[in-house]
């Protein structure tokens, strides 16, 4: 029996939320970090290499609700419902979902950010360690010329702080990541959780902080994607925020401020969830 923990994009707040709610289902014993795949997108990245690292849930929370333990960083807005109607309305209805990538891709690279360096060390001070683990661990990006998807984990030859901060790299608020001469934008891109990329797993449990509803057209939206490895056999379960985690994420998911609340709502609610294959 395999397991898959999907976790999807949401900021910092993001980040915090799923921290939490990975610490409430610890503490009543439904741990999911021993997942035998752990697939990430943008916040999701951050957070699958988190645990990746093997540090403890505990260690985990402590970083998101103790200031003296929060990692660097930068302030920004963050609006992707907004950025993509603009997409879309430049574009108009004619428009393909890979026309649509790339539209965005390049309004990335046009757009005004801190440099590229100064957002990798963001990244670099979140991950306790900085190397691959040897269990799965697949983090998603989007090509921000091709518009087309990549998916990096151990085999791809690329850093570990590379790929997060590529998968997180949000379009027209952090500057798209170079590897190996090309430019990669958020996973979040293509979809917010990316959950077509669990498929061979039995159980998938996906935590997704910004909801079920993808913001940019996707051939694989969430919720397609989950009836999909449901009607292959996987049993799936998908949580999102209640309304106590929404409004401690609030409306700015980028705003360092809302690590702690974020957290501290992502545990409370991770106690009330009862996983199907769980004997807690």
């Known amino acids: 029996m395999t397991e898959a923990l999907v976790l999807g994009g949401g900021g910092v707040g993001g ?32 957070v699958a290499a988190q645990v990746g690292s093997g540090l403890g849930l505990e ?6 609700v103790d200031p003296a333990r929060q990692a660097a960083e930068i302030m920004a807005e963050m609006d992707l419902e907004k950025f993509a109607a ?21 309004m990335a690279l ?28 697949k983090v998603v990006a989007v090509d921000a010329e091709s518009g087309e998807a990549r998916v990096f984990d151990k ?23 170079t590897i190996d001469g090309r430019r990669y934008v958020d996973g979040g891109v293509r979809s917010m959780a990316n959950v077509d990329h669990a498929a061979g797993a039995d ?15 996707s051939e694989q939206p969430l919720e397609v994607a989950v009836e999909e ?11 999102t925020p209640d309304e106590a985690s929404l409004a401690a994420i609030g409306d700015n998911a980028l705003d360092p401020s809302t690590r702690r609340p974020a957290a501290e709502a992502g545990r409370a609610q991770g106690r009330t969830v009862r996983l199907p294959w769980s004997h807690a």
């Not at 915090?16 to 990245?45: E, K, V």
């Not at 159980?203 to 057209?217: E, I, Q, Y």
């Not at 490895?229 to 949580?239: D, M, P, Q, S, T």
């Open 15 to 46: 980040i915090a939320w799923i921290t939490g709610l990975l610490a409430g289902l610890a503490d009543t014993r439904q741990g999911m970090t021993g997942a035998d795949l752990l697939l990430g997108t943008s916040a999701g990245a951050t």
């Open 86 to 106: 603009e997409i879309g309305a430049a574009l108009g209805a004619s428009a393909s979902v890979p026309e649509m990538r790339r539209a965005v891709g390049r």
């Open 229 to 239: 490895l449901r009607a292959r056999g996987a049993e799936v379960v998908v949580v």
């Open 203 to 217: 159980r998938v449990l996906v935590l997704a902080p910004m909801g079920t509803a993808d913001p940019f057209p």
């Open 59 to 64: 260690e985990l929370y402590a970083r998101q």
């Open 110 to 137: 046009a757009a005004r950010t801190v440099p590229e360096p100064e957002r990798r060390a963001v990244i670099e001070s979140r991950l306790p360690s900085h190397g691959w683990p040897e269990r799965a661990l």
């Open 155 to 177: 085999d791809s030859g690329v850093p570990l702080v590379d790929a997060v901060a590529a998968s997180c790299a949000v379009p027209g608020v952090w500057p798209p990541v």
